[in-house]
């Protein structure tokens, strides 16, 4: 043992390990000829993560013995079109994920950033996969859809995490609790996180439910999420059912939405219509979201995706996705998006 | 395919790929130690880049069958002297090349972050690459030299490119042509960059040409750039001639340089004599570069280049390196830069 | 030749390597919950680095023939709490090291940005590494401890080094000498560095020196720092012993620390009690560290730490850790820090 301290000594100067481990590399990089428009204007250009958000990571797992696990997962989100990472002076950084856990019959311990508990629901009874012109709104509805870092929404990763996840054998259940301390000193705690999520997996069934707080600067601004997740998969098609709402103060936004995702040889077709209800007001508006993709292989797809925003008078919503901006969109105007793309996983 | 469909909606969450690919890492870290001067000052300390850009990156393909093939790169400069990455606040960027392409008889298509077609030919037909005290002043006359995202000069790099290249077999011949949008809803399209190249290498020779233009913030601001070059490698030297123009508004900047590489056993030798002229102005220069590699192997290479640059009494022009500032050179003066440095491929 | 170095041509626009060598990727992810209590007030959250500064990095080393080596090291801090790297703007850098390297019988010859020659000691004569809330705070005492870039404090990292190290076989013998140029045009050559470290390890003993000049903005704040450290393995117990010295100006602090790190079994246990002087000045104060790990493996350990600062009438110092706020402290006033974490080397 004295051995081992001396050379972990050496390693942790080395800044190394002794048993070189299996770092796997990973990644996906996905970019869009993408055309948007609205009733204000039109853009046109190069747009990334249309099926799947391009990103690049490392990880690894380190068995303990005993049914005991260690693991690391650093993800970082990237914008390839730009060649540009997600900090805020354009680097790459582990924004998307970068935890350590230990693991075992127990579930999971793990700490670091993560996926919020009330995000990940959203993205997984998408077909759209919160991705591209036709994803899902009912991720952020208090903030700007398809931008990560959304001001005012719900938290899609939260910094800070600690989180317990549920074992993976408990008859089909899994989910997690996950609690991010908001770090300051004393008053409002604003950026505190808590939330939870429970689910159920078995043979064609997959329903889940979730619900999370995040402290504001002051009461009146913390922001609470819940949502309810369902699919089915018939074989031929899989229909998804997602309700979501987010509340703040006053303001309350609604979303049910119908989706569907059908194989079909190397094919895949795409579809959803949501409803977003703005509580007591006619901010309300409507998407429609339809997607062809063409799978060359399990890594590499050519897709092509629609969407469109049907706004009521009390709304200005407009198609958004990653790496080109969202067309300006008037009071009760529409607006849609189409991307072109290829999404190739590493 | 429904088993598929479903394993990659799950690689979809986990960021993955089913089966995992072979993600080469590759680099260069290439550092020297250098001294510039100009008639105004003096600069010491530690440059990067003298023989090669230092960088990492990333990338990989997957066959697909039918002699179609898809790609990805990442690859992010950086400055090693100092630690830092290319972003603005610093960090880590693929700010030299993030793409994903389809590849196959019919060429190649290629999306995203790219070499601009105008910068590549002046990198090739220079010895020195476009790097350290000895490199051509050619690839950005109207920006300042060393710097890759040089304000006003031409395109190093393009975001948002939609690039298709000739197929390989083509008796010689390769080329590409090279689209980026400006991504703006109205006014003019700054930004939007569109260029062309077409090369033919057979035997000891290679030739290639290329024209492409930078839209500005107004029509009068609008840059274009063409260039020529050519080398034919005799085997005990490689000579190369390179002439390239850049034109904006009335300002328009011609250069050029005749360069030689010579191989020696395990030394190589390189020359360049290069001519400036600024139109219609005495704001002419001219520079001249050698150097001296030794490689201790494929891979690692210590080197000593020197540089001189003459101005006419209109222009004020000096060396200019990665990772350490240009040294003040007054109107009509002269300057000069040695760097002593270790290049490593990995 | 003449292949080989039109391959190199080649390589140089791929900017990649013939024979791909292995880069080896490595790296620590280490994150604990952690209480840090001041006089004035109380900070809990997600912290990073507690055990050891979370990173990841990529590095090789080619053999070059007749004992001849190069390498190179890129590792880059982070704090995954956050999912950010250590650029000014949040994005990866390799601010930790990003050096080339000549190797051979004469030594090595490192070129970039890499620990000062005065940090080192600090780090190895601390039982806890300089990490976590029991750490030494005898490398950075005129600036900040806990954060890289301490303003006013000794350097932990140095940009622009050129170092040479002595050759591994000198009879026990080690060293360094490291010098890195300010890289002004004229005037005080801020941020200029000089400093040396020698060293003997034989058997239980090792026993090292460093001292370093870092240059100001004016020869008034030119910082020197000194260090002593010596360390002598008992096997069932290790006793440390560190002195340093930071002086600018009219102020000087001084530490001495004893510390001692007893493994058994797979458990490891840490200690350590250190003075800090303000010369002519009752800004002094003490700090208390202890520490246990249990050991998973030899890349992954759970650890709890305590650490405890005392400070006299003049001084007002808290407990520092990577990835959460220190606390306030009074003048005269005390700072405790719990941390229980996990760190994991892959």
């Known amino acids: 043992m004295k051995k081992t301290l001396m050379a972990m000594g050496l390693l942790a100067l080395a800044g190394s390990a002794a048993a070189q481990s299996q770092v796997q590399i990973f990644g996906v990089v996905d970019m869009a000829i993408t055309r948007l428009s609205g009733s204000g204007d039109t853009r046109f250009g190069l747009s990334t993560g249309g099926a799947n958000i391009s990103r690049l990571g490392f990880r690894g797992t380190e068995d303990l013995g005993g049914g005991l696990k260690a693991g690391f997962w650093l993800e970082a989100g990237m914008d390839p079109d730009v060649g540009g990472g997600k900090g805020t002076g354009g680097g790459?950084?582990?924004?998307r994920r970068s935890t350590v856990s230990l693991m075992g019959n127990f579930g999971e311990v793990r700490l670091g950033r993560d996926d919020s508990a009330t995000f990940l629901s959203t993205l997984i009874f998408d077909p759209f996969l919160t991705n591209g012109v036709g994803q899902t709104m009912a991720f952020t509805m208090l903030g700007i859809p398809g931008v990560a870092t959304a001001a005012g929404g719900a938290p899609i990763?939260?910094?800070?995490?600690?989180?317990?996840?549920?074992p993976k054998e408990m008859g089909g259940f899994y989910g997690q609790l996950q609690f991010a301390p908001g770090e300051r000193?004393?008053?409002?705690?604003?950026?505190?996180?808590?939330?939870?999520?429970?689910?159920?997996q078995?043979?064609?069934?997959?329903?889940?439910?979730?619900?999370?707080?995040l402290w504001g600067d002051q009461p009146v601004n913390d922001l609470k999420a819940s949502n309810v997740g369902a699919s089915y998969d018939l074989g031929v098609v899989k229909p998804m059912l997602l309700w979501a709402t987010e509340k703040r103060g006053d303001l309350k936004v609604t979303a049910i939405q119908l989706g569907a995702v059908m194989p079909m040889g190397a094919?895949?077709?795409?579809?959803?219509?949501?409803?977003?209800?703005?509580?007591?007001?006619?901010?309300?508006w409507n998407k429609l979201g339809l997607g062809y993709g063409y799978n060359f292989s399990k890594r590499t797809q050519a897709y092509?995706?629609?969407?469109?925003?049907?706004?009521k008078s009390g709304a200005n919503k407009s198609i958004g996705v990653q790496g080109l901006a969202a067309p300006g969109t008037t009071l009760g105007g529409s607006s849609n998006g189409i991307d072109l793309g290829v999404r190739h996983f590493f």
Do not use: C, M, W
């Open 185 to 200: 000193a004393s008053g409002p705690q604003q950026g505190k996180y808590a939330g939870t999520r429970l689910g159920y």
């Open 267 to 284: 094919s895949e077709f795409k579809a959803s219509i949501g409803h977003y209800d703005t509580a007591h007001s006619n901010a309300d």
């Open 92 to 95: 790459l950084t582990f924004n």
């Open 202 to 213: 078995k043979g064609a069934l997959n329903v889940a439910l979730a619900t999370g707080k």
């Open 304 to 311: 092509v995706n629609v969407g469109y925003v049907k706004n």
């Open 157 to 166: 990763q939260i910094s800070n995490a600690i989180s317990y996840f549920l």
